[in-house]
Nanobody, 122 residues
């Protein structure tokens, strides 16, 4: 059992910033990758950012140079710093993790947060 709880969304003017966070708890042996995706009304779900256990990062072209993903391994927590926000960034943002879990045996599985709304006004 792994649970992801996220927070930090909100309403901001274009050009402003927000910082979302995601914390994982439960049976966690290790986390291979952590990240965020988003979904806006009428649009396809988009992978926004990923950070792996060695610290390597990848970003969607639409957010490169504006968003930064980081993590605190000791706390099983990761963050998405969103700068220079644009109206087109408006979406529900979901965090996810590829987790090695299990009590008696280990297995890898993906887990998802409940989502946090980010709204950017023009």
């Amino acid at each position: 059992q792994v649970q992801l709880v996220e927070s930090g969304g909100g309403l901001v003017q274009a050009g402003g910033s927000l910082r979302a966070s995601c914390a994982a708890s439960g049976i966690i042996r290790s986390i291979n990758a952590m990240g965020w995706y988003r979904q806006a009304p009428g649009k396809q779900r988009e992978l926004v950012a990923v950070i792996t256990s060695d610290g390597s990062t990848n970003y969607a072209d639409s957010v490169k140079g504006r968003f930064t993903i980081s993590r605190d391994n000791a706390k099983n927590t990761w963050y998405l710093q969103m700068n220079s926000l644009k109206p087109e960034d408006t979406a529900v943002y979901y965090c996810f993790a590829d987790v090695l879990t299990g009590n008696s045996y280990s297995y890898s599985a993906n887990f998802w947060g409940q989502g946090t709304q980010v709204t950017v006004s023009s």
